[in-house]
């Protein structure tokens, strides 16, 4: 071993030792359910165009296959506010399509449900981002504020939390199949926001405050975590075309990406994603936390579709982030 090979090494090693530290302070005591299945189905297709969002979401749960026939079917988007200058929403034209193809597949019926964290005046921002008039042409979709639904208490599924309880919408327990469908970004306390820190939205801003205060105060990786097990997700659709960089959620900058994500599991979902914008998934707390709900190893996920290595960039990273790069050899 020359010298240069011996000080990669060390290097190595003691950046792996630091995210091992790190992780190992997060998941010791942690008790999160083992849900992962044996295998699970990512699809990366290309998609240049949110033009071309209905044929190529047809596609992409045709390898997916959800089980979407006779059964109700919840939409949850990331719809935060608006911006004519920042890719910060899932596009709604790909929400749009995506409810066509589940009413095409035999949905008994396809709603879209958000409760967005920065604006509170839930009508403007529907109409400011274009979605309103989406649900409309598409056929009077309903739209549900999660922020205001009716709840129900259901028990914390880990201990990632100090809290007692949750207060989940009605409209989420009430769907067989709930869809998240995350804008692919850059995060600047979370690292990225994916399908699972998407699910911040799934959470009633009547009970835990604009931005969702209380998720905050119990610790962001914590309630991802928390929210993952609690929260039922079935399928993931992720929306890559025109994705964001650096200092996201709200102030990144656009990155065409240029691809959705199809997924059967939210954490092999966001671990895609994630080396999708050369991010080691590993390296990101609420993912490492997350492993007993999901497969984040790539021998455990079937990518099916496009490469991955074909459509992956290197995203912008604020400096406190940089380390979620994997390392080069």
């Not at 459509?311 to 604020?318: E, S, V, Y």
């Amino acid at each position: 071993m020359n010298r240069r090979e011996l000080i990669h090494k060390t290097l190595g090693a003691t950046a792996l030792a630091a995210t091992a530290g790190v992780t190992a302070n997060q998941i010791r005591g942690l008790r999160v359910p083992h849900r992962a299945p044996a295998k699970s189905t990512v699809a990366v297709l290309k998609c240049d165009s949110y033009t071309r969002c209905l044929s190529v979401v047809r596609d992409g749960l045709r390898l997916v296959r959800p089980a979407v026939e006779g059964k109700r079917v919840l939409l949850k988007p990331n719809l935060v506010e608006y911006s004519p200058l920042a890719p910060i929403n899932t596009h709604p034209h790909l929400i749009a399509a995506t409810v066509e193809v589940c009413l095409a597949m035999g949905a008994a019926s396809v709603v879209v449900g958000e409760g967005p964290g920065h604006i509170r005046d839930t009508e403007l921002l529907l109409d400011e981002s274009g979605l309103g008039k989406e649900l409309r042409d598409v056929g009077r979709i309903e739209f549900v504020d999660l922020n205001f639904d009716a709840v129900r208490r259901v028990p914390p599924a880990t201990n990632a939390t100090g809290l007692k309880e949750l207060w989940l919408p009605e409209s989420i327990l009430g769907a067989d199949i709930v869809v998240s469908m995350p804008k692919i970004k850059t995060h600047h306390w979370a690292g990225v926001t994916l399908s699972l820190k998407n699910l911040f939205g799934a959470m009633p801003g009547s009970i835990y405050g604009w931005p969702k205060n209380v998720l905050h105060w119990e610790g962001i990786e914590n309630s991802i975590v928390e929210l993952a097990s609690s929260v039922p997700v079935q399928l993931v659709i992720a929306d890559g075309i025109v994705a964001m960089e650096g200092n996201g959620p709200l102030h990144g900058r656009p990155k065409a990406l240029g691809c959705l994500v199809f997924a059967n599991d939210p954490v092999a979902a966001d671990a895609t994603c994630s080396r999708l914008m050369g991010i080691d998934p590993l390296r990101v707390k609420h993912l490492a936390m997350a492993t007993p709900l999901g497969n984040i190893s790539q021998s455990r996920i079937q990518e099916v579709g496009d490469q991955v290595s074909e459509i992956a960039q290197p995203f912008d990273l604020i400096p406190s982030f940089t380390r979620l790069r994997p390392l080069v050899e």
